[in-house]
C-alpha cells in the first residue's frame, strides 16, 4: 500500500475513536438484584450523550424509555423488559402505566415491578416515583413478545 492509503486508514480511525469518546461511559451507582423475584432495579448516573441537559423544565412521556429483547432460554421463550427515566430535571414521575394487553407471564414477575391491573393497563414499580436515571427490569415468559407502550403518569 502507498503512503496516502495507510494516512486515509489513520485518519478514518481517528475519525470513529473521535465519534465514539462518550458513548458508553457512565457508572452504574446502584444496583439491586433479587433473583427469587426476577427484579432488578438499577440507577445510572445521569449522563446522556443523545439528550439535552435540561436542569429546570418538565418531564413528559418522551423521558420513559421502554425496551424489550428476547432472553435466551429453552422451553417458554423469555423476554427482558427494562423501563427508564431519562429525566434529568429532577423531577419523578409516578404512577407510571403502560398499555399491555392481557398481559401474562408463566415466570413469576414481582407486582411491586409491574403489575397487570386491568386489560391493557399495567402499573410501574408500584405507583412510586421512577428516580432520575433510575430503571426497572424484569423478565418474564410467554410464547409470545407483549407490545408494552406508554400510556399514562403524574409528572411533577
Known amino acids: 500500500m502507498n503512503s496516502t492509503t495507510y494516512f486515509f486508514f489513520y485518519f478514518l480511525i481517528v475519525i470513529i475513536l473521535l465519534c465514539n469518546i462518550g458513548f458508553y461511559s457512565g457508572k452504574n451507582l446502584m444496583h439491586y438484584s433479587n433473583e427469587e423475584d426476577n427484579t432488578t432495579v438499577s440507577s445510572l448516573q445521569p449522563y446522556f450523550r443523545h439528550r439535552k441537559l435540561m ?4 418531564c413528559s412521556k418522551w423521558d420513559i424509555s421502554i425496551s ?9 421463550p423469555q423476554y427482558i423488559v427494562q423501563i ?3 429525566c434529568v430535571s429532577g423531577c419523578a414521575p409516578s404512577n407510571i402505566h403502560l398499555s399491555c ?16 391491573v386491568s386489560f391493557d393497563d399495567c402499573l410501574v414499580n408500584g405507583g ?8 426497572i427490569r424484569f423478565t418474564y415468559a410467554n410464547s409470545f ?5 406508554f400510556k399514562y403518569a403524574r409528572f411533577c
Request: no cysteine; hydrophobic share 30%; aromatic share 12%.
Open 55 to 58: 436542569t429546570k423544565g418538565v
Open 84 to 86: 427508564v427515566n431519562t
Open 101 to 116: 394487553g392481557w398481559f401474562a407471564s408463566a415466570r413469576i414477575v414481582n407486582p411491586r415491578t409491574f403489575k397487570r
Open 68 to 76: 424489550q429483547s428476547t432472553y435466551p432460554s429453552s422451553g417458554i
Open 128 to 135: 412510586k416515583p421512577l428516580k432520575s436515571s433510575q430503571s
Open 145 to 149: 413478545m407483549y407490545p408494552l407502550r
